[in-house]
């Protein structure tokens, strides 16, 4: 079945570093891909997301590139801030049977000032 | 505000009690997703409802069951509870269909079973 893996955490940074966060899939077809970030106390909010091959998704500073030869979504940012720590989730999205979505483990950020 | 609504926010029971969490989804939304988040298994998906019928189901127990209401509401039933139960239960909804657009989540329902 379908299936997302992500690095695990936590990852902890100094701030003003770069950030990576691997993730990768397994699918049938072409799934839409998402990251999504959860804030200490509250519910997940949509990152960015691609939904086809090579498409970039950005937001707030983090990019992913969807890379279908090698099927990974890795979330980057070139300089972290304090207030982006939070737990990471990447996720698809089957575009068939049901549309549901699954999501990786999550990966803990804490960035350091 | 993700306009998804979530009661109880916080619910301490004992086992082998039975309970109820309720999921308003956005507005327009067709779709409404259940899932558990427990410190070692992530999030976890459980049950997926489309305009009041059940399109897709994951990991749910026999004991944990689901419907979506005419008015497009949900409720998440869990019965027979145990220890491992405890965990938090989040509501999401989306437009759904083929739409590839993202999950509207609530803040979620803790769970805890003593």
């Known amino acids: 079945g379908d299936s997302v893996t992500q690095m695990e955490g936590p990852v902890t940074l100094s701030e003003e570093a770069f950030l990576t966060i691997n993730c990768t899939y397994t699918a049938t077809g072409y799934p839409s891909l998402f990251w999504y970030v959860q804030y200490p106390g509250e519910g997940l909010q949509l990152l960015l997301k691609?939904?086809?091959?090579?498409d970039k998704g950005s937001n707030k500073g983090f990019e992913a590139t969807y890379r279908k030869e090698t099927t990974s979504f890795h979330l980057e940012k070139g300089s972290v801030q304090v207030s982006d720590s939070a737990v990471y989730f990447c996720?698809?999205?089957?575009?068939?049977?049901?549309?549901?979505?699954?999501f990786g483990a999550g990966t803990r950020l804490f960035v350091k000032a | 505000d993700s306009g998804v609504t979530q009661t109880p926010k916080h619910l301490i029971t004992a086992t082998g009690q039975r309970v109820t969490l309720r999921c308003s989804p956005r507005s327009g939304d067709l779709s409404v997703y259940w899932y558990q988040q427990s410190l070692d298994q992530g999030l976890q998906f459980l049950i997926q409802y489309y305009n009041g019928e059940e399109r897709a189901k994951g990991n749910i127990l026999e004991r944990f069951s689901a419907q979506q209401f005419p008015d497009l509401h949900s409720e998440l039933n869990l019965s027979s509870l145990e220890l491992g139960d405890s965990a938090l239960y989040f509501c999401a909804s989306s437009v759904g269909g083929p739409y590839t657009g993202e999950l509207f989540f609530g803040e979620g329902s803790r769970l805890t079973v003593l």
């Open positions: 691609a939904t086809k091959a090579d």
């Open positions: 996720a698809l999205r089957a575009n068939t049977g049901g549309f549901k979505t699954i």
